[in-house]
Nanobody, 122 residues
Framework: QLVESGGGSVQAGESLRLSCVAS???????MGWFRRLPGQEREAVAA????????YYADSVKGRFTISQDGAKKTLFLKMDSLSPEDTAMYYC???????????????????WGQGTQVTVS
């Protein structure tokens, strides 16, 4: 089970930190954040590869967003700085133990999803 939290409504330039608590999994999980902007397809925002902790960021968020995990790797975070209205979206946490490094950005390879948390920037 994946449970996200931390979304909300903020002003442009402000920050938010999203959290995703993973429970019920025994295998190391590759995890990522995806978002669905209004009227658009779901897109990858950031992801972390379980085997070596390497990270991926979409070009649109590089330098502003940071993905991380706690020491137990049970909670995934997304620190979002310098938010803009273009970041307004529903944000989803995803996890899967068998995603290869080259497929981290594909939403169709993740079996486990959270319910989503809304981020609104005005």
């Amino acid at each position: 089970q994946l449970v996200e939290s931390g979304g909300g409504s903020v002003q442009a330039g402000e920050s938010l930190r999203l959290s995703c608590v993973a429970s019920g999994y025994t295998l190391p999980m590759n995890m990522g954040w995806f978002r669905r902007l209004p009227g658009q397809e779901r897109e990858a925002v950031a992801a972390i590869y379980a085997a070596d902790g390497s990270t991926y960021y979409a070009d649109s968020v590089k330098g502003r967003f940071t993905i991380s995990q706690d020491g137990a790797k049970k909670t995934l975070f997304l620190k979002m700085d310098s938010l803009s209205p273009e970041d307004t979206a529903m944000y989803y946490c995803a996890a899967d133990p068998f995603v290869s490094r080259g497929r981290l950005t594909r939403d169709d390879v993740y079996d486990y999803w959270g319910q989503g948390t809304q981020v609104t920037v005005s």
